[in-house]
């Protein structure tokens, strides 16, 4: 997160709820230097035409992230468990509703 | 994005090495899959995105000059309203594009900092002046429905977040070219000297922005390679037949004609036929020698440079606003209850 005078002042990641009933997704990011300011922006710039109903902003140095580049991925424990899955069990003929 | 990666190894640093990164970076290229912000590219990848998207950015927050030049002439509250929206919405798509641009490590101020110094370029067509309200017309028409051409396929770019961008923009484009063909058709339709005046614009702003696609593929320096990764997905030359397919019509039905003697109907190739453009004026213009190059930069600088108290003072009251909070002044408690209701909410 950078805030000196020199580089401009802080990045806030922007979330959008398109409108009620969904949740917020990532639309982009704004500079500010306060949530406030943050808020007004993101306004402005992600729902000019009636885009959202509510807004999030986040300090971008807040979220943390998993790592797309690891040898082994992140998400390998999920990869070989297709137990998991309703398509996974063979039903037997007739049976209806399940 | 700025976020922080929990708990992995820098990329190309141990298990994986730069082969590996390379490989999968081709597979997910190759699989027409999007790349993102946090994943491995070639340094090559990286700058020629930067480079484009950063030049995309320049062009419309420069855009914003020559229509900006007639919001206070608008010749009706209507008109006047249309344009403040779309000159809002330039500046709306310089940000989207900006901050995609972000996304791959550059500073916001890094790359305002290229434009002011001309280390970066911005489209070649804002170097034009707007010398009469037709212009605002043509340029809806001619140059934003230029823009739509090239930027519909970039929705499909390989990097994830300037095809999000490209996405809205496109979307809000759209209402960019309409306004100014109903601009155009209304001067076209109305006193002679309106005819002739929306007839002058066109005329002038036609071959500038055939220029705007770039130079013909047999010289375009960055086509291939950024083919071959996806960033782009036809030529130069495809683009701007298809803009001249698409416009030849939509000039017939404003009863303008495109100050081109060579343009025709080609039933065999089912395309029309159009004559050579001047490239000696294109590479002027590049080259900072165009009628508003020194102006547009001047401005833009002028306007980042006045501005500089503003950012100041926001700096130093929400420096001041979170000292206060910290020593947990009493005055400041109503703030934070807002502040703790907004993260309720926000949960």
Known sequence: MSETAATGSPVWEVFVRPRRGLSHQHVGSVHADDAEVALRRARDLYTRRGEGVSIWVVPGAAISASSPDEKDPYFAPAGDKTYRHPTFYRLPEGVRNL | MTVQE????????????????????????????????????????????????????????????????????????????????????????????????????????????????????????????????????????????????????????????????????CKEESFHQRQGYELLYALANGTPEQRTMAQDAVDRWWWPSLMMFGPPDSNSAHTPRSAAWKIKRHTNDELRQRFVDITAPQADVLGITLPDPLLSWNPETKHYDFGPIDWSEFEAVLAGDGPCNRQRISRRVAAHEDGAWVRAAAAAYAEKHRAGKNSGVEQHSAQQTHSDSTKGAAA
């Open chain 2, 6 to 169: 929990v708990g992995a190894a820098p990329p190309g640093t141990g298990a994986a090495t730069d082969a590996d990164l390379e490989a999968r970076f081709d597979a997910l290229i190759a699989a027409d899959d999007r790349v993102e912000p946090r994943d491995w590219m070639p340094d090559a990848y990286r700058a020629t995105l930067i480079r484009q998207i950063a030049q995309h950015a320049h062009s419309e927050i420069i855009g914003m000059q020559p229509e900006g030049n007639w919001l206070t002439r608008a010749p009706a509250l209507r008109r006047k309203a249309i344009l403040l929206a779309k000159v809002q919405d330039e500046a709306g798509h310089g940000l989207y594009l900006y901050a995609a641009a972000e996304t791959l490590g550059v500073e916001r101020a890094a790359l305002l900092d290229a434009l002011h110094t001309g280390k970066q370029r911005y489209s070649s067509i804002f170097n034009y002046p707007t010398l009469t309200w037709a212009d605002v017309g043509a340029i809806g028409w001619l140059v934003d429905g230029a823009a739509i051409v090239n930027q519909i396929p970039l929705t499909r770019c390989s990097y994830g977040p300037y095809a999000r961008a490209m996405v809205r923009v």
